[in-house]
């Protein structure tokens, strides 16, 4: 069983920036990508970005191309997602995840295990 717990969030300033860690535990961590997304109020949970864990591939929704930056630190068993120029529509419950095997990164159902999530308000 692997725990994730995720930190960061906050209120900001539109134009801000913010970093959430997801910080992995368990008996055997050895995931093949850790991924965040995010659930908006009354929307669907949506992919933001992932990372392999391995190789440090990297993958970005268009929609945060260019503002965040998705890292990880093996030895930590943590992942960060650095999140710039941050906007009113990025306001949301972020999830941090990770899946076992090399499925589709950007697919939710890909992924095994997720965190409880960490809010993140931008105001105008």
């Given amino acids: 069983q692997v725990q994730l717990v995720e930190s960061g969030g906050g209120l900001v300033?539109?134009?801000?920036?913010?970093r959430l860690s997801c910080a992995a535990?368990?008996?055997t961590f050895s995931a093949y990508a850790m991924a965040w997304f995010r659930q908006a109020v009354?929307?669907?949970r949506e992919f933001v970005a992932a990372i392999t864990w391995s190789s440090g591939g990297t993958?970005?929704?268009d929609s945060v191309k260019g503002r965040?930056?998705?890292s990880r630190d093996n030895a930590k068993?943590?992942?960060y997602l650095q999140m710039n120029?941050?906007?009113?529509?990025d306001t949301a419950l972020y999830y941090c995840a990770t899946q076992d095997y090399?499925?589709?990164?950007y697919q939710r159902d890909e992924y095994k295990y997720w965190g409880q999530g960490t809010q993140v308000t931008v105001s105008s």
Wanted: no cysteine; aromatic share 10%.
């Fill in 13 to 18: 300033q539109a134009g801000g920036s913010l």
């Fill in 59 to 61: 993958y970005y929704a």
């Fill in 85 to 89: 120029s941050l906007k009113p529509e």
């Fill in 102 to 105: 090399a499925g589709s990164v």
């Fill in 25 to 27: 535990s368990g008996r």
């Fill in 42 to 44: 009354g929307k669907e």
């Fill in 77 to 79: 068993k943590t992942g």
């Fill in 68 to 70: 965040f930056a998705i």
